[in-house]
C-alpha cells in the first residue's frame, strides 16, 4: 500500500492552518483544476468531528465521486480524513500541525490503495503515487499562499 508524506512550512498559527486545512470551500478552491465540489453532506464551512462530505471531481477526464469522513480531530494539533465510498479500495489521510519557530509544520501523511488487484497495483506504481503527490502538493501550496496572505 503506497505512502505519501508531504512536508509544508507555513507562516501561520496550527490553530489557523488546522482551521483552513478542513474547510470545504478552501478544498474546493484548491483544487480548481480537477473541478473539485461538495455535493453531499457538509457543503460548506469547515468541517468537524465525524463530519461527512461527498466529493465530484473529474480526473484523467473521468468522473469519480468520493465521500470521507473526519475519522480523527484533535483541534489545532492532528485530524484524519478516510474514505467511505469511492474510487479507492482504501484511503486515509492524516494531517498534522506542529509549531516550527514563528510557523507551522504541515505534515500529510496518506496511504491509499487502489482496487483491481494486480492492475490497480500497477497504476499504484506508475501513475497514482506522482499524481496524487501532485494533488496534495498543489493543495497546500494554496493554504500556504492563502495563510500567509492574512
Same mark, same amino acid.
Given at each position: ?14 490553530? /489557523?492552518? *488546522? ?39 473529474? +480526473? ?18 492532528? *485530524? ?7 474510487? *479507492? ?5 492524516? +494531517?498534522?500541525?506542529?509549531? +516550527? ?10 496511504? *491509499? ?27 497546500? /501550496? ?9
Amino acid at each position: 500500500m503506497p505512502t505519501l508524506r508531504l512536508e509544508t512550512l507555513v507562516r501561520a498559527s496550527p490553530e /489557523d492552518c *488546522f482551521d483552513l486545512s478542513l474547510s470545504v470551500d478552501a478544498h474546493t478552491a484548491s483544487m480548481g483544476p480537477s473541478g473539485e465540489r461538495a455535493v453531499d453532506g457538509i457543503t460548506e464551512g469547515r468541517m468537524g468531528p465525524l463530519d461527512t462530505v461527498t466529493w465530484r471531481a473529474r +480526473h484523467f477526464g473521468l468522473p469519480f465521486r468520493m465521500t470521507s469522513t473526519i475519522t480523527a480531530w484533535d483541534r489545532p494539533r492532528r *485530524f484524519v480524513d478516510e474514505q467511505v465510498a469511492g474510487p *479507492f479500495r482504501s484511503w486515509r489521510h492524516e +494531517h498534522t500541525f506542529t509549531p +516550527h519557530l514563528d510557523r507551522t509544520l504541515m505534515v500529510d501523511i496518506a496511504t *491509499f490503495e487502489a482496487p483491481y488487484g494486480v492492475l490497480g497495483r500497477a497504476a499504484e506504481t506508475l501513475v497514482l503515487t506522482r499524481y496524487l503527490m501532485r494533488l496534495l502538493s498543489q493543495r497546500n /501550496d494554496w493554504l500556504r499562499t492563502e495563510l500567509e496572505r492574512a
